[in-house]
């Protein structure tokens, strides 16, 4: 049709539906004009009027019937059949609150999860990264068969830099927070020190100013800084004229380049937890200061991004061979290591996506039980109704015409549950982001959104289409003279039926089987985390980071005397037991290493080097913590600059690289032809901390003594107070001690131990308890699925039970009868499930912890529970059966 | 007589747009002279009549106009639209080339 007619035709069409009244009025008076005419003519041609009228009417047949053709040919008739076939629906529910309240309860429930879970997964997942072409932004890593993700040292990235052709631009990054002093309380800010283009690779631009440049990254220069726009604004009050103005930062004047725009997103970094986003408050050059050959420490995060139409395959390959190159040019081999290189958005979403689609995936298994639960349901109902339905035919109803009122009521129905589904996800995506552990990526992108609507819409009607069909294709087939002569005891010839109902409950059990291994698996997992060893003892211990700058503490003596002052002040104070400080705690994700020390005697595996995490720490820093001694000694305050200079390690250290002897006593140097005074002894051995609580073991580590090594890290430092009972006051304590010694000093991030612990299993109980909910949701449906089945079941053959009985069976024979029966529904479906858990034991070994996803325990304890719960569900209509009178049975034969 | 039932319902459709290209007429007026045209032989009853008259309106071949009959009372008269016109072309192009075929057909013994 050419678009003007159609647009005619559509007006004809709104017309006669909405003046519906003029148009049927219109067609009646068209109508009889015509029969007038007729009239006319059978008098003109000689009838007597009486006559001539009837003969008229017979001639020209039923008006109704015209009338209604003339209606069907208006094709309107569609229209006006839906809002009665509404209505009819409406009614007939109403009639019967229960299996509509099931229903819509079981299709929302199911609904409203699957639409929060997508939620989140939408907003953590599908949304890109904010930055333009995010696609192209990857990070690299150093990389070892023992060291997959290594940090990178500041000279090999320079090479890399200056020699690789795959990236538009390539940056590194490193923490180093800044205390901001000026007027009012020091501040502790949140910085990064960033190479030249850093920005570049984001592909973000400084709203106001400029950004660094090589100039900046000269040893000597990079008094400068970025300031990020909620800083400018808090302790700048926005001021207009900041570019360019000098600040104090580790009190020193740093002059201000520029101000970043609002909502600059960090690119996520694990050492110091800093989550994702919007935390950082100042960014300054990193200056690539001291010996271009020292090509031991790695400490940089690298960043770069992809030059258009380059593979981050590509661009690993060219590194690999750089990095190669470099290693030979000083004198390494290269030994096994490569680069790797990963995107952006992997990197920072990684482990978390796996989880999140596992709950997709659980979440689409609860709503298919649910769906499966809203059929069977609807099919008990249409067979119920087969007799009301044979009637129908018999009268002249059309089967589409009844498919389609059936189909409606099951459309308006699963709207009604996608309603209440919407309604929970709303709900559901504010009570799931407040439950989402800490540091979960991008938390801050998810919202219920127009897509989650349109899914959850689209999934609502995809289960109305799902379940509606198949009972309303069933029941129209049904043999209408069959049907009216059963007479009231309504058809049970529906074997077909009855196979489907049964198949379908067996399909929840296993489904439901299948969810329940898996929460059993991540309940195990997350006993085996609460009970695992942490290596120390992070109860009652308060923690705080301070930072001294070294125009304050220009030499490491001031440094130290401030130290050993805080620790002796401390310890001395009520309700402290030890007071330690190091350059970091555990468990927050410290990973830098040093490497290429030699250890006399031991020479390391062919083509690798010594590597070791390496921290500093005061005496009683190990007991604050609770580390323990293996053997050997702490530090004590003998070990001072001018004693021989000592070392501890931890057990891991111990056994990789003294394998075959006691590593106490041994010796190790980070010179490269050491004079006797370069070597260090190892005096004591500690046991091992994990770098994460579920990291799969501990790094090989050391510590130096903080009074004979000067500090590298800018001076910061972490400190440990353990109390002998509550760490409440002790917050209090420990900034009053430290600003008596200095109070230009900030105290920050003050935390106790446990907080830190407890956060890093939030993800694991926060899976277990998602996947927990789903289970426990999953195993209802389908007992209600059970119960529904064999109720039904049971009702169909009351008389035969009052038969059975009558003939002489005992009540207990015929609740066997039905508990068999349950059971033969429920124990194929715990096999299915036990199988299906088993295809997806690759999928559940990544989300749990020491525990195989075989596991028989598990596996053994949900068949168990499945079918007791049937057992449980088939018990009502069990003795239901056994109240059937025989004495009824027999008189209505 | 052939009953109109015999007719498929695009000749009948055929029949009326080209009763009415001449001149609007209403609905009496179309079943009289097709009638009258075909010697009795094709009858239109009332109940296929009205029926494509309105699915023809439906569909924009037609337009229906309420005036004063000859007999003083008013009547809804159809007349073509120029849709109407070019569809009118369109069939009576195909039932040419329908009956030639069938012609084809019979005499091939």
């Known amino acids: ?893 | 007589m052939s009953k109109p039932s015999d007719l498929i319902q695009g000749t009948l459709d055929l029949l009326i747009l080209k009763t009415i290209s001449l001149e609007p007429k209403h609905g009496w007026a179309i079943a009289k002279r097709i009638e009258q045209v075909s010697n009795e032989a094709l009858q239109i009853t009332q109940g296929a009549l009205y029926p494509a008259l309105h699915r023809l309106e439906q569909q924009g071949w037609i337009r229906g106009e309420w005036r004063a009959s000859g007999t003083g009372r008013e009547a809804k008269f159809y007349a073509l639209t120029r849709a109407g016109r070019a569809q009118l072309a369109k069939e009576l192009a195909q039932w040419d080339r329908l009956s030639n075929a069938v012609a084809l057909v019979i005499n091939m013994a």
């Open chain 1, 1 to 893: 049709m050419n678009p003007r007619r159609w647009l005619g035709a559509m007006k004809m069409r709104l017309r006669t539906l909405l003046h519906r009244g003029r148009v049927e009025r219109e067609l009646d008076k068209e109508l009889r004009f015509h029969l007038q005419q007729q009239i006319e003519e059978n008098i003109a041609s000689g009838l007597p009027p009486e006559d001539a009228r009837y003969a008229a009417i017979r001639r020209l047949g039923g008006a109704e019937q015209i009338k209604e053709e003339c209606r069907d040919m208006r094709q309107t008739a569609y229209l006006e059949d839906l809002g009665k076939d509404l209505r009819y629906a409406g009614r007939a529910l109403r009639k019967s609150p229960g299996f509509a309240a099931a229903i819509v309860l079981t299709l929302g429930l199911s609904i409203g999860a699957n639409s929060a879970i997508f939620s989140v997964i939408d907003g953590v997942l599908l949304k890109p990264l904010p930055y333009p072409h995010s696609d192209r932004i990857v990070r690299l890593f150093f990389s070892s068969n023992s060291y997959p993700k290594f940090p990178l040292n500041p000279f090999d990235f320079r090479d890399f830099r200056s020699r690789s052709h795959s990236f538009d631009s390539l940056a590194a990054f490193t923490r180093s927070d800044v205390q901001l002093s000026g007027s009012g309380e020091p501040v502790r800010l949140a910085a990064f020190r960033v190479t030249a283009g850093y920005f570049r690779v984001l592909g973000l631009g400084p709203e106001q100013g400029r950004e660094f440049d090589a100039k900046d990254e000269l040893p000597g220069s990079g008094r400068v800084v970025i300031l990020s726009d909620r800083l400018w604004r808090t302790q700048f009050g926005a001021a207009p004229d900041i570019v360019g103005q000098k600040i104090t930062l580790d009190s020193q004047p740093f002059t201000v380049l520029g101000v970043m725009p609002p909502g600059t997103k960090h690119p996520g970094n694990d050492y110091h937890a800093l989550p994702y986003g919007d935390s950082v408050d100042a960014w300054w050059p990193f200056t690539f200061e001291g010996n271009p050959n020292q090509r031991g420490s790695h400490y940089m995060e690298g960043i770069g991004r992809l030059k258009p139409g380059k593979t981050p395959a590509e661009a690993q390959a060219e590194m690999d061979a750089l990095v190669t190159e470099v290693s030979r040019e000083h004198g390494r081999d290269g030994g096994g290591w490569h680069m790797l290189v990963i995107p952006l958005y992997r990197e920072i979403v990684g482990a978390d996506e796996r989880m999140l689609l596992v709950l997709l995936g659980a979440v689409g298994l609860v709503l298919l039980i649910a769906c499966a639960n809203a059929a069977n349901l609807l099919l008990a109902r249409a067979t119920a109704r087969q007799r009301e339905i044979a009637v129908r035919m018999a009268l002249g109803a059309a089967r589409s015409r009844l498919l389609r009122q059936m189909l409606t009521e099951s459309l308006l129905l699963a709207l009604a549950g996608g309603g209440f589904g919407a309604l929970l996800a709303l709900g559901g995506v504010r009570a799931l982001v407040a439950l989402l552990p800490a540091g979960f990526p991008r938390v801050d992108s998810i919202h219920v959104n127009a897509s989650v609507f349109g899914f959850t819409l689209l999934v609502a009607l995809a289960t109305g289409l799902l379940f509606g069909l198949a009972p309303a294709m069933q029941s129209s087939r049904v043999n209408v003279q069959q049907a009216l002569r059963e007479g009231a005891r309504g058809a049970t010839g529906s074997k077909h039926h009855q196979r489907l109902r049964d198949a379908l409950v067996v399909a929840e059990v296993g489904l439901a089987s299948v969810l329940l291994v898996g929460a059993g698996l991540m309940l195990r997992s997350f006993v085996n985390l609460l009970r695992m060893d942490p290596g120390f003892r992070p109860d009652h211990v308060l923690t705080a980071n301070l930072s001294l700058p070294d125009t304050e503490y220009k030499t490491p003596a001031s440094a130290l005397h401030f130290e050993d002052q805080l620790t002796a002040n401390l310890a001395a104070a009520p309700g402290v037991k030890y007071a330690g400080i190091g350059t970091d705690l555990p468990w927050t994700g410290y990973d830098e290493n040093d490497g290429g020390f030699l250890i006399q005697g031991e020479q390391p595996p062919p083509g690798h080097e010594f590597h070791a995490r390496y921290h500093f720490a005061s005496p009683d820093y190990f007991r604050a913590l609770g580390i323990p001694l293996v053997r050997g000694r702490f530090f004590t305050g003998a070990d001072n600059h001018d004693a021989p200079a000592v070392l501890i390690i931890n057990s891991t250290m111990a056994r990789l690289y003294w394998p075959h002897r006691d590593a106490l006593g041994g010796r190790v140097s980070f010179e490269d032809n050491p004079k006797e005074k370069d070597w260090m002894t190892v005096v004591g051995i500690v046991g091992d901390v994990k770098d994460q609580p579920a990291s799969g073991g501990a790094e090989p580590a050391f510590w130096w003594p903080m009074a004979q090594v000067p500090l590298l890290n800018g001076g910061v430092m972490s400190v440990a107070v353990r109390s002998d009972s509550d760490t409440t006051g002790l917050a209090d304590v420990l900034r009053r001690e430290v600003h008596r010694l200095d109070p230009t000093l900030a105290v920050a991030d003050v935390r106790q131990m446990d907080q830190i612990a407890d956060a890093d299993l939030a993800t694991a109980r926060f899976s277990f308890f998602l996947v927990g909910l789903f289970a426990a949701l999953a195993i209802t449906l389908a007992a209600i699925g059970t119960y529904g089945v064999i109720s039904y079941s049971v009702g169909q053959r009351t008389h035969e039970f009052g038969m059975r009985m009558a003939l002489g069976a005992a009540r207990t024979d015929v609740l066997r009868l039905v508990l068999s029966q349950g059971t033969r529904l429920a124990l194929p479906g715990v096999i299915l499930g036990a199988a299906g858990a088993l295809a997806l034991a690759r999928v559940l070994r990544s989300l749990i912890f020491e525990v195989s996803p075989t596991d028989p325990l598990t596996f053994a304890a949900v068949g168990t529970l499945v079918l007791v719960v049937a057992m449980v569900a088939c018990y009502i209509p069990a003795r239901r059966a056994t109240e059937a009178d025989p004495m009824v049975a027999l008189r209505s034969e």
